[in-house]
């Protein structure tokens, strides 16, 4: 993996991107301090994996317990003033 300076990634950012894309993770380091690594997007992809939106977590029928209950507040509703 190559370092860059942030001073330098900055202003080499068209290059840091290729070298991230040609030859893997580049890093980017702050007063000698790794602060940040550039990905080539397949990577970052492989590495976050599938993650379902919403919609799907809930049709994939997750594995609830038996015992989940949601309680509910058996209160009266609330007045409103409707101006009226």
């Given at each position: 993996?190559?370092?860059?300076?942030?001073?330098?990634?900055?202003?080499?950012?068209?290059?840091?991107?290729?070298?991230?894309h040609?030859?893997?993770?580049?890093?980017?380091t702050?007063?000698?301090?790794?602060?940040?690594?550039?990905?080539?997007?397949?990577?970052?992809?492989?590495?976050?994996?599938?993650?379902?939106?919403?919609?799907?977590?809930?049709?994939?029928?997750?594995?609830?317990?038996?015992?989940?209950?949601?309680?509910?507040?058996?209160?009266?509703?609330?007045e409103?003033?409707?101006?009226?």
């Open positions: 993996m190559t370092r860059w300076q942030l001073q330098e990634a900055k202003q080499h950012f068209s290059e840091v991107v290729r070298k991230a040609d030859e893997g993770p580049q890093i980017v702050r007063h000698g301090k790794d602060v940040a690594v550039i990905l080539d997007m397949e990577e970052y992809r492989r590495l976050k994996g599938k993650q379902p939106d919403f919609k799907e977590f809930l049709l994939s029928d997750p594995d609830w317990p038996d015992d989940l209950e949601f309680p509910r507040d058996k209160g009266l509703p609330r409103v003033d409707l101006g009226w």
